[in-house]
């Protein structure tokens, strides 16, 4: 992808004309009863696109241009997810996985700005009936800044369930 941002700046009245772009590739292999699922993507002001991510513009130094010493700069990112997804029976089912968002950040940004984004569960799953799906997941992320020393984990452990309705109009599906 590519896209076109703009910045405007008030005090001068000059507008910053920005290219961001991003890369994707993924792929699904399937073998016996697993099914592998692989994604990776790169690019630079593309942030927006990602869960995590809180900006896809980042300020850098300008020296060339004393009216202008900063200027924003499409922020460079990476991030890769695999996951495996495993059928035990007809009715039993896994998927276990991680993903990681990295973004290489600037001089200029702040110590708290976000730099890399972890995320990683596993689930069981039942379908005991058609149309009725339940079961549980462990869920942990972190998230770490750029340079403070701060990091945070959190843990989720999520029950869900789901009924697909077969509802049909004057016998029509």
Known sequence: MVRSIKIDNLTTNNTQSIVGWGFNVSSNVAFHKDVLRLQYVVGAGIQNYMNDAPVDVVP???????????????????????????????????????SSLWITNTSLQTPDAFHLGQYATINLLCAPFKN?????????GRRSNMSNGY?????????????????????KS
């Open 60 to 98: 850098e130094f300008n020296l060339s241009n004393p009216a202008m010493p900063i200027k924003g700069k499409a922020a460079q990112m990476q991030s890769f997810v695999t996951y495996l997804d495993h059928n035990w029976s007809d009715k039993w089912s896994t998927s276990v996985g991680y």
């Open 151 to 171: 990091h945070a984990n959190d843990y989720k452990l999520q029950f869900s369930f789901k009924y697909s309705w077969d509802f049909r109009v004057l016998g």
């Open 132 to 140: 009725f799906l339940t079961g549980g997941e462990f869920q942990y």
